[in-house]
């Protein structure tokens, strides 16, 4: 535990302007980011006696190790400063809302030829417009079936789509009237845009406009007596009005605002939102955090804003935000805002009137969101609290490892030797850390050799990354002669800049766990021992009885099958295992589709296709003449020497084997053929039917 003073700056040092602060661990990591309106005054109550700061603000300033700051010329600037580098740093004491849920968002994807509807989630899309974010992804569907009568727009998957194409036929939606099968030319591109904007035009709240049209086109109808389509007609105003009723009017005057409540106690806040367009809610979300120091509702809006809007421009940021208290200053915030918009945004509380009584809704969901998420975290804190302490307890270890590494070797038959490493703080995987490796000093199939080179890489650059950030001050840092295989990783000045950001292996686990028995542990405790590590902890897992293996043991721990330790360390390996098979799976798939022409320097894919296309196979190409190469578009003469001279080094590929009757199928097709569509590979069957192989 770091004392705040040994690294507090000198009186006068702090400049008393607008700016940027961040506080930065023993390992050089941004632990803290904040801003202020003064530098001075804001740093100076970091820095007083410990026993007056806020448990987990103290908790903060003995962590970190250092501090530094950026002066900007405006608190607008220091906002949006702020905003980048928490979402560019990540720092662990920050106020970082969670969503309690992945919320489903209506998407209509304008940035395609045929737009097509949509239920997404995750990271927005550039071109595509979003409604939303729902509750639930039925509610979406409900609506989008009812919508699909008055507005029949595509909702296919690209393969159906182009299925449809390919035979003429369109799918069932096509057939009874909620598509309009652009996929076989019933209508036009153009006409189909349309369909789509109308679409996104009513989901936006501009409804009145279409009931106003379709009632006019029904009344017009019966009065030149087609009943059939005026009641057709009728029809899809039922339904716009039934799609309709699903959002109430909460606000009577047709406004567009977001509607932000907090609830908070001492440790913890949740934030609801509720998104409010043509006065009706067309979406909800909540998040929820830790107050990892003494905050303000205000300052809890503040960040809330910052997530909500930090990413969105134009109409996504309505005209009117309500809030239970404002940010302090409030007018750098609302320039944001309206900066972000491109025109005024109101950002005030709520007095009187529906607004107010709309916010109160919004206080309960936020209230009732609290309590949910602390009876569930309570079960789960309890949990994975009583999972460290057995794994602790059983391998003999000083406190529990609140840093776990696991790290698994995955293979096809010794081709394609890969490594994965993923990374457990707490109990919960840290997906932002996990790494991948190529196993790279030898060839062929050694589990304990890879588990072997991949500890030593691993912790060579933890060695280094210390060593150049000054922790070594006695010499050379152990372990920095380069081991026998040539597997040095790069000097400690190629790493990554001294910026702050999570570095790829800055931080040291107190736990490595290893798929595997007996030899696999030996290898990685031999690798620690090589480099001179002690005070890393080491076990594997096997997966026949899953024992639990500790180095030079020759029984292994065995843990109740009950035991909340046992299951962490399986979902530890468990997770290990499917990346590291992801990653092999990518490589394999990568050599499958290689082809003789890779090898040709300059040679880019469209010629490649080319080629391909003109000849028939590669196995045809390297039977042809420069001349008859020189035939196709794009090549001369120099180029066509060369692609004959690379095949005429590359060794035949041997013939395809039908693994079912034993066949040869040497039908002058090589792997890396593309006869079929361009780009994709002809597939020879290998992958899958080795695929029980892989490890």
Request: aromatic residues 6%; contains cysteine; proline residues 6%.
């Amino acid at each position: 535990m770091a004392d705040p003073s040994s690294y507090r700056p000198k009186p006068g040092e702090i400049p008393d302007s607008p700016g940027v602060y961040r506080f930065r661990d023993e390992h050089r990591r941004v632990i803290y980011v904040g801003k202020a309106k003064s530098l001075r005054q804001r740093l100076a109550n970091y820095f007083q006696d410990l026993t007056g700061l806020h448990p987990r603000t103290r908790s903060m300033v003995t962590t970190a190790a250092s501090v530094e700051w950026t002066v900007v010329s405006t608190e607008v600037e220091a906002l949006q400063l702020e905003y980048s580098w928490i979402k560019e740093y990540d720092p662990r004491f920050n106020v970082k809302y969670r969503d309690d849920k992945s919320y489903p968002y209506l998407a209509v994807t304008m940035n395609e030829e045929y737009p097509r509807v949509q239920v997404m989630r995750g990271h927005k899309k550039k071109g595509v417009r979003y409604f939303g974010p729902y509750a639930h992804a039925w509610a979406i569907r409900d609506t989008v079936d009812l919508l699909l009568r008055v507005f029949p727009v595509r909702t296919c998957s690209a393969g159906v789509f182009r299925n449809a194409a390919r035979t003429g036929r369109p799918c069932l939606l096509g057939y009874i009237g909620k598509c309009s099968a652009p996929c076989v030319d019933r209508v036009s591109a153009e006409d189909h845009r349309e369909l789509a904007e109308d679409f996104s035009d009513f989901m936006a709240g501009r409804t009145g406009t279409y009931l106003r049209r379709l009632e006019k086109q029904m009344a017009q109808a019966a009065e030149e007596m087609e009943y059939e389509r005026a009641a057709r007609l009728r029809d899809d105003i039922g339904a716009l009005k039934k799609a309709m009723e699903k959002n109430a009017v909460v606000l009577a005057d047709a406004t567009d605002a977001d509607l932000i409540a907090v609830a908070e106690d001492e440790l913890e806040a949740a934030v609801q939102i509720f998104h409010v367009r043509g006065g009706r809610v067309r979406g909800q979300r909540g998040w929820v955090t830790d107050k990892v120091e003494e905050i303000t509702t205000g300052a809890l809006v503040e960040h809330a804003l910052q997530q909500l809007y930090g990413e969105e421009t134009g109409d996504a940021v309505p005209r009117e935000v309500l809030v239970p208290a404002l940010p302090d200053p409030v007018e750098p915030v609302q320039q944001w805002l309206t900066e972000r918009r491109g025109s005024g945004v109101s950002l005030r509380i709520p007095q009187r009137g529906d607004k107010k009584a709309l916010m109160e809704t919004v206080a309960r969901n936020a209230q009732q969101a609290l309590v949910l998420h602390k009876t569930k975290r309570a079960s789960d804190l309890t949990t994975r609290s009583r999972a460290l302490e057995e794994i602790s307890d059983a391998l003999g270890l000083d406190s529990a490892p609140l840093r776990i590494e696991c790290y698994d070797i995955s293979h096809l038959q010794g081709d394609d030797v890969v490594a994965s490493m993923v990374v457990f703080e707490d109990g919960l995987a840290r997906k932002s850390e996990y790494r991948r490796f190529q196993i790279r000093g030898f060839a062929g199939q050694d589990d304990v050799r890879s588990m072997h080179e991949v500890i030593t890489r691993r912790f060579r650059r933890y060695l280094a990354e210390k060593e150049r950030t000054g922790e070594w001050t006695d010499g050379e840092a152990p372990g920095a002669e380069e081991p026998p295989g040539g597997l040095a990783e790069p000097p400690a000045a190629t790493l990554t800049e001294d910026d702050g950001r999570p570095r790829r292996f800055a931080y040291p686990p107190q736990l490595v766990v290893v798929d595997g028995g007996a030899p696999q542990v030996a290898a990685a405790r031999r690798a620690l021992d090589e480099l001179g590590i002690d005070d890393i902890a080491v076990c594997g897992l096997a997966k026949r009885l899953e024992e639990v293996w500790l180095p030079g043991d020759d029984d292994p721990v065995v843990l109740p099958r009950t035991s909340e330790g046992l299951y962490l360390l399986q979902r530890v390996r468990d997770e290990a295992h499917r990346f590291a098979i992801a990653y092999q799976r990518v490589k394999r798939a990568k050599r499958f589709r290689a082809s003789p022409l890779d090898d040709v320097p300059g040679l880019g894919e469209t010629r490649k296709q080319a080629l391909v296309k003109h000849f028939g196979s590669v196995r045809k190409l390297r039977s042809a003449t420069i001349e008859q190469i020189c035939e196709v578009q794009g090549i001369g003469r120099k180029t066509a020497e060369t692609i004959a001279a690379a095949l005429a080094r590359a060794a035949p590929a041997a013939p395809a084997v039908n693994t079912a009757t034993g066949e040869i199928m040497d039908d002058t097709e090589e792997p890396g053929d593309t006869t079929g569509s361009p780009g994709e590979p002809v597939s020879t069957g290998a992958p899958d039917e080795r695929r029980g192989q892989e490890r």
